[in-house]
């Protein structure tokens, strides 16, 4: 079997498409900062957490497979390789969001630390350089980790040595501690401190149920797209589908779960210090927002995803990873948003803008570590494993 992509020859003009609209959107956005310099940093944070989250999930997921194994996880482990290869890109793009700390963060700015005996005493952790310091050090591990991940990987293709897996595995384990570990500080950091009179101990733990999700319907999305063209024709069927709706249904639960919690949590203790956070975007038509991310990331994909039927579908299932994708940015727009905005809810062009810029430059990104190496890790051995019970399955359920 031909592990190559051979529908990447039809479709190697949408990276640089995506790149050219990409760069075009953001040179936009730019002459957009000229006349609205805060509205462009705002869009701009929001835009970009979009897309690291996909590069962040994939490296969750990756690792996740590397421990525990399944047919699921070969089909699109290649996906989510290409994934992690834009780290390097998305530390490139974080640049602006340094020279745009100052617009965003309050505790960057001398004046409203000199006035405020709360953010005095968090200047210990919340100051300029100590956060450049820590936003260096995620992307080192982040790098570091995906890496390792793909050069043994890659490896293992072309010598077929066994004992590569055990190496990812063994790298894995530890490498989810420290991706559980950088998420958690990073969302502090990125989003949390936008208010930093507010948090939450749960806060990390639903950034990190976020960027699986948001990974996980992404990665759906292309192998619908890819799987009607050799070489995942071949090898991806319903079964596989079937596993992937069922851990799509697992991560949206789990985020419902998390975000419940928060809220309750806030309700219940009612503490002046964190329930201005919940009005903010639960009032100026922002609550409009909260009820559609309620119905559109968690109760409509909980139903459909209940579903055998629909998860074997995969037209189906992409169209409810679809969905879970645009809810993902309207989430991230809701959870950053209101803190810059006390009028009321309203979506600026530099939201559009940003998004289709960095989206498109990572999606370019994306496309093109994709059609660098074969699209099935074909010599690991317990892919070879996999297609043969998958062989001897179908060989039992339609005998000649």
């Given at each position: 079997?031909?592990?190559?992509?051979?529908?990447?020859?039809?479709?190697?003009?949408?990276?640089?498409?995506?790149?050219?609209?990409?760069?075009?959107?953001?040179?936009?956005?730019?002459?957009?900062?000229?006349?609205?310099?805060?509205?462009?940093?705002?869009?701009?944070?929001?835009?970009?957490?979009?897309?690291?989250?996909?590069?962040?999930?994939?490296?969750?997921?990756?690792?996740?497979?590397?421990?525990?194994?399944?047919?699921?996880?070969?089909?699109?482990?290649?996906?989510?390789?290409?994934?992690?290869?834009?780290?390097?890109?998305?530390?490139v793009l974080f640049l602006p969001l340094i020279f745009g700390i100052h617009h965003l963060y309050p505790w960057a700015w001398p004046?409203?630390?000199?006035?405020?005996?709360?953010?005095?005493?968090?200047?210990?952790?919340?100051?300029?350089?100590?956060?450049?310091?820590?936003?260096?050090?995620?992307?080192?591990?982040?790098?570091?980790?995906?890496?390792f991940l793909n050069k043994w990987s890659l490896e293992q293709d072309r010598t077929a040595e066994a004992s590569l897996t055990r190496?990812?595995?063994?790298?894995?384990?530890?490498?989810?501690?420290?991706?559980?570990?950088?998420?958690?500080?990073?969302?502090?950091?990125?989003?949390?401190?936008?208010?930093?009179?507010?948090?939450?101990?749960?806060?990390?733990?639903?950034?990190?149920?976020?960027?699986?999700?948001?990974?996980?319907?992404?990665?759906?999305?292309?192998?619908?797209?890819?799987?009607?063209?050799?070489?995942?024709?071949?090898?991806?069927?319903?079964?596989?589908?079937?596993?992937?709706?069922?851990?799509?249904?697992?991560?949206?639960?789990?985020?419902?779960?998390?975000?419940?919690?928060?809220?309750?949590?806030?309700?219940?203790?009612?503490?002046?210090?964190?329930t201005p956070w919940y009005y903010r975007r639960t009032s100026g038509g922002w609550q409009i927002v909260a009820v559609l991310l309620?119905?559109?990331?968690?109760?409509?994909?909980?139903?459909?995803?209940?579903?055998?039927?629909?998860?074997?579908?995969?037209?189906?299932?992409?169209?409810?990873?679809?969905?879970?994708?645009?809810?993902?940015?309207?989430?991230?727009?809701?959870?950053?948003?209101?803190?810059?905005?006390?009028?009321?809810?309203?979506?600026?062009?530099?939201?559009?803008?940003?998004?289709?810029?960095?989206?498109?430059?990572?999606?370019?990104?994306?496309?093109?570590?994709?059609?660098?190496?074969?699209?099935?890790?074909?010599?690991?051995?317990?892919?070879?494993?996999?297609?043969?019970?998958?062989?001897?399955?179908?060989?039992?359920?339609?005998?000649?």
């Amino acid at each position: 079997m031909n592990g190559r992509n051979s529908t990447w020859f039809r479709l190697d003009s949408i990276p640089q498409r995506s790149l050219a609209v990409g760069v075009a959107a953001l040179a936009v956005c730019l002459a957009g900062a000229l006349f609205d310099t805060e509205q462009f940093f705002r869009s701009y944070l929001v835009a970009y957490l979009f897309a690291i989250s996909f590069s962040l999930g994939c490296l969750a997921l990756v690792m996740l497979h590397h421990l525990v194994g399944g047919a699921w996880g070969f089909v699109i482990q290649r996906l989510l390789e290409s994934g992690i290869k834009t780290l390097p890109l998305m530390a490139v793009l974080f640049l602006p969001l340094i020279f745009g700390i100052h617009h965003l963060y309050p505790w960057a700015w001398p004046e409203a630390v000199a006035a405020d005996p709360i953010l005095q005493r968090k200047t210990v952790y919340l100051n300029v350089p100590f956060f450049v310091l820590r936003t260096v050090l995620y992307f080192a591990i982040w790098i570091i980790l995906s890496h390792f991940l793909n050069k043994w990987s890659l490896e293992q293709d072309r010598t077929a040595e066994a004992s590569l897996t055990r190496r990812l595995q063994n790298l894995s384990g530890p490498g989810l501690i420290l991706y559980g570990l950088t998420v958690t500080f990073s969302s502090i950091d990125w989003m949390m401190s936008l208010e930093p009179h507010w948090y939450s101990t749960i806060y990390g733990m639903m950034f990190m149920a976020s960027h699986g999700l948001a990974a996980l319907a992404l990665v759906i999305c292309v192998a619908y797209t890819m799987a009607r063209s050799d070489p995942l024709a071949r090898v991806i069927g319903p079964d596989h589908f079937h596993d992937l709706g069922n851990l799509l249904l697992a991560l949206v639960m789990f985020w419902a779960y998390l975000g419940f919690s928060q809220f309750m949590l806030v309700w219940m203790e009612n503490l002046k210090e964190e329930t201005p956070w919940y009005y903010r975007r639960t009032s100026g038509g922002w609550q409009i927002v909260a009820v559609l991310l309620i119905l559109g990331q968690f109760a409509l994909p909980f139903l459909l995803l209940l579903s055998r039927a629909a998860k074997r579908r995969p037209r189906i299932l992409s169209g409810v990873a679809l969905a879970i994708l645009f809810m993902h940015w309207v989430d991230l727009l809701w959870l950053v948003a209101p803190a810059f905005q006390p009028r009321g809810f309203y979506i600026h062009w530099l939201d559009i803008g940003a998004l289709i810029g960095i989206g498109g430059i990572w999606m370019a990104a994306f496309l093109h570590r994709l059609g660098e190496n074969s699209l099935l890790p074909l010599n690991d051995p317990r892919f070879t494993e996999t297609l043969q019970q998958a062989q001897r399955a179908q060989r039992w359920a339609n005998p000649a």
